[in-house]
């Protein structure tokens, strides 16, 4: 298992000895990765990130969120997930809704994006998203060596590198995603 520096407090084992511990989408998306990935088990009502990071000792810098957007072309609803650097906020309303090719883009509401997904609002993570949809990765996340993220769950985390992101199926690396 790779030496993970960022889990701070916490214990880390490999992913794949604890598919318990993720969404079902997730554990699908896990059985397809070679790299490795680790996993801690949380308490689920510390799964904010900032009350995750305080409470286990990881850096801030070190946490990425994805969020689900949602916008319509021509009656179509188009989706995406993003994902960006905690110290960070997505450009929903410019880089995001450009990517999407829509005149207005917003944040999926909480029961759209669980239904999707499969997975725990607070928890969703860019791992086993539903096939098609587009991966937007901040450049900064995308060249981060170790990354916390959610695990479809609000009762655990993965650690993972920018590497393994960027090459999520459906995964573009987006400079200027986060501002």
């Known amino acids: 298992m790779s030496n993970w520096t960022i889990a701070g407090t916490l214990n880390v084992v490999p992913a794949a000895e604890r598919t318990d511990l993720v969404a079902e989408p997730v554990a699908k998306a896990l059985a397809t990765i070679t790299e490795p990935v680790g996993i801690v088990e949380i308490d689920p009502d510390l799964a904010d990130t900032a009350e995750f990071c305080a409470a286990y000792s990881s850096p801030m810098s070190a946490s990425a969120n994805c969020v689900v957007v949602a916008g319509k ?21 410019n880089v995001i809704r450009r ?5 207005k883009a917003s944040f ?11 997975m725990e609002y ?34 655990s985390k993965l650690l993972v590198t920018g ?14 995603l986060a501002k």
């Open 108 to 118: 999926a509401p909480m029961a759209e994006a669980t239904e999707l997904t499969g």
């Open 163 to 176: 590497t393994l992101l960027a090459g999520l199926p459906g995964a573009e690396v987006v400079e200027g």
């Open 73 to 93: 072309r021509a009656g179509e609803l188009r989706y995406a997930a993003a994902l960006v650097l905690a110290t960070t906020r997505a450009d929903v309303n």
């Open 122 to 155: 607070g928890g969703i993570t860019p791992i086993g998203l539903p096939e098609g949809w587009p991966i937007l990765i901040d450049k900064a996340v995308a060249d981060s060596p170790e990354l916390v993220i959610g695990s479809g769950i609000r009762g």
């Open 99 to 103: 990517k999407l090719d829509v005149r």
